[in-house]
């Protein structure tokens, strides 16, 4: 099965749904969304539309979302209607078989522009990685779905030089660590990769709103760049 790969979208619905549209044109079989979608009550909550996808569309969240929202919407319901159009958002540390293969989903990331959410919402959470790491060994994922991706491994991505004094402020000032300058990213995910009983073939994420293509060992990590960009916010992972 052909999977498209989708950046950020920032709550551009619309547009998230044309490239839907047009990655089943060109013969994907499902799509998935790296974070950063919209999941918030102006947007996806009771009584806004959503339009019934030709293709299933899995999305993690990302760091901006309303994750109180996201909670309320598994607690009562409407996130069983998303998936009932379409659209299915993975929790953190879920698997699910898609085209012959497992895929393995771990959202969530730190605000590098901003104050963290309330209780570090959008930020992972150590119990985050455990359910990943029980939930992985038992089912390895020949897919790895996050948000941001591990830090110091490297990877090379970047902080992008105008955030660095609001990376020190809401980041490093709030007791949070971006990893090396060089190579930043979640010290949480590099925990996840470094407990995997088994490396994935490949692992996606966005985050970032660059392209980059990175072989690290056996893995092949692939940020893709949000949907607006000029990259136009797309990669394909083939499952077969």
Known sequence: MRIALLGDAHGDLALLAARVAAAAAAG????????DLGFRPDLLGPGRPWPRLPIPLLAVDGNHEDHD??????????????????LCHMRRGSVVRLGGRSLGFVGGAM?????????????L??????????????????LIVSHSCPAGIGIGMHGA??????????????????????DVGEPLLTRLWQALPRRPTAWAFGHFHVSRNTMIDATRFVCVGSLDGEDGGMAWWDSD
């Open 28 to 35: 994907a079989g499902a799509a998935i969304q790296l974070g």
């Open 69 to 86: 929202f996201l909670r309320w919407a598994h607690a009562n319901g409407l996130a069983d209607r998303w998936a009932a159009h379409g």
């Open 111 to 123: 605000h590098a522009d901003r104050a963290q959410d309330a209780g570090l919402a959008n930020c």
């Open 125 to 142: 959470a150590p119990a985050d990685i455990d359910a990943a790491v029980a939930a992985f060994s038992v089912r390895p994922p020949e």
């Open 161 to 182: 030089p105008a955030l660095a004094m609001a990376v020190a402020q809401h980041v490093v000032g709030a007791g949070l660590d971006p990893g090396p300058a060089g």
